[in-house]
């Protein structure tokens, strides 16, 4: 048994066995009569019988229902620098984090349709406790993270997730995707926590941390969507934050959470594909002689790249108008745009709740911040 088996997504000789086991359930139904309208029940399950590797499934049963997300709940995907990556190299993207099953499922389709390979990608447990979407994931090349676990559990446990990423990369010859921080990004501020890069790093083979970190090839990735489909679904979590409440999840929040960004409105999306942090691994090296400043000047190169490759749309300047009461950005969209983003905010929150209503516009208005902040430090 592989020290991995516990977190693994499935090898292509065990999908057969595994698409059987959920050709019946209800939620496989619901999945497969959105994709596929036009065929009966029995048509597709017929095609799910003769299915018998991950990129089969994820390219004849997967894409097309993302084109029907997209066709739905989106006025276009768009991705950008794909095409200055190499089609036989793997490498490890690291993004943004705006929507659980959106964000790597948009990327996969655009590495899928620009020819380069499809990723292992990273997942919460906590968002797999249904069995059906843990099938579901593992047969999209999906590997486990545990949440939640006691101080000494998790550390074995980020061990196991760095030699699996380690494994799939430099032995699978398999890119990997996994998010900047842990958990979504919900404030619209993007930045890449440190602990992520520490876990990464628990694998290293080489002589330094940046050794390794350039050895795997790290692309940094911006995902960009003019509306957020959970931005509402956000809001009780900033407030509460900026209230200094905790906030405790309900009972369905994550489930309806993954409903709501895969079917929610989203307009226009944006990828782009950085190329490999190299020359600026190397800078890092010659000046910071301690390994966490390097490691700390890593995350600020990632975040320097999703922040500036961040596509800005008409919401983005809208919020950020609104919130300082100002016109400064009033050229990059039209009357209607602003229309549509004040009726969004008008149905989303109370209006009279000053506080839910500045986490809202901050939500969308701090990636123009986040723009602005670094082009004064250039």
């Known amino acids: 048994m592989s020290k991995?088996?516990?977190?693994?997504?499935?090898?292509?000789?065990?999908?057969?066995?595994?698409?059987?086991?959920?050709?019946?359930?209800?939620?496989?139904?619901?999945?497969?009569?959105?994709?596929?309208?036009?065929?009966?029940?029995?048509?597709?399950?017929?095609?799910?019988?003769?299915?018998?590797?991950?990129?089969?499934?994820?390219?004849?049963?997967?894409?097309?229902?993302?084109?029907?997300?997209?066709?739905?709940?989106?006025?276009?995907?768009?991705?950008?620098?794909?095409?200055?990556?190499?089609?036989?190299?793997?490498?490890?993207?690291?993004?943004?984090?705006?929507?659980?099953?959106?964000?790597?499922?948009?990327?996969n389709y655009s590495l899928y349709k620009g020819g380069l390979m499809m990723t292992a990608s990273a997942i919460g447990d906590n968002l797999l406790r249904n069995p059906f979407l843990m099938t579901l994931s593992r047969?999209?090349?999906?590997?486990?993270?545990?949440?939640?676990?006691?101080?000494?559990?998790?550390?074995?446990?980020?061990?196991?997730?760095?030699?699996?990423?380690?494994?799939?990369?430099?032995?699978?010859n398999r890119s990997v995707w996994i998010a900047q921080r842990e958990g979504r990004t919900k404030d619209g501020n993007d930045a890449t926590q440190k602990g992520v890069l520490k876990m990464l790093a628990m694998a290293s083979d080489e002589k330094t941390e940046l050794d390794y970190f350039k050895k795997i090839k790290i692309v940094p990735v911006s995902i960009s969507y003019e509306y957020d489909p959970t931005d509402v679904l956000k809001m009780p979590e900033l407030i509460a934050k900026s209230k200094n409440e905790n906030y405790v999840k309900g009972k369905n929040e994550d489930?309806?959470?993954?409903?709501n960004g895969i079917l929610g409105q989203k307009?226009?999306?944006?990828i782009h594909v950085d190329k490999v942090l190299d020359r600026e691994i190397d800078e890092i090296m010659e000046r910071y002689p301690s390994v966490n400043k390097q490691v700390q000047a890593l995350?600020?190169?990632?975040?320097?790249?999703?922040?500036?490759?961040?596509?800005?749309?008409?919401?983005?300047?809208?919020?950020?108008?609104?919130?300082y009461q100002s016109n400064q950005y009033q050229s990059e969209y039209s009357e209607n745009e602003k229309e549509a983003f004040q009726k969004r905010l008008q149905q989303g929150v109370d209006v009279k709740d000053k506080v839910a209503v500045r986490n809202f516009l901050a939500m969308y208005a701090n990636p123009v911040i986040n723009q602005e902040a670094l082009k004064v430090e250039k």
């Open 4 to 107: 991995f088996e516990q977190i693994r997504p499935f090898y292509d000789t065990e999908v057969n066995q595994a698409l059987l086991g959920i050709l019946d359930d209800p939620m496989m139904k619901t999945v497969m009569n959105f994709t596929f309208p036009e065929l009966k029940d029995e048509e597709w399950k017929d095609q799910l019988r003769k299915t018998h590797s991950i990129r089969d499934f994820q390219i004849n049963f997967i894409y097309p229902a993302i084109e029907m997300v997209l066709k739905k709940s989106a006025e276009g995907l768009t991705y950008s620098g794909i095409d200055k990556l190499d089609q036989h190299t793997p490498y490890l993207f690291i993004s943004n984090h705006r929507d659980i099953v959106m964000d790597t499922s948009l990327l």
């Open 139 to 172: 047969l999209t090349r999906n590997f486990i993270v545990r949440r939640g676990l006691p101080a000494r559990e998790l550390l074995e446990s980020s061990k196991l997730m760095s030699e699996y990423i380690r494994e799939s990369l430099l032995k699978e």
């Open 255 to 259: 489930f309806n959470t993954i409903m």
């Open 267 to 270: 307009k226009r999306i944006h």
């Open 299 to 323: 995350c600020n190169a990632i975040d320097e790249k999703i922040i500036t490759h961040y596509k800005l749309w008409p919401t983005n300047y809208i919020a950020y108008d609104l919130f």
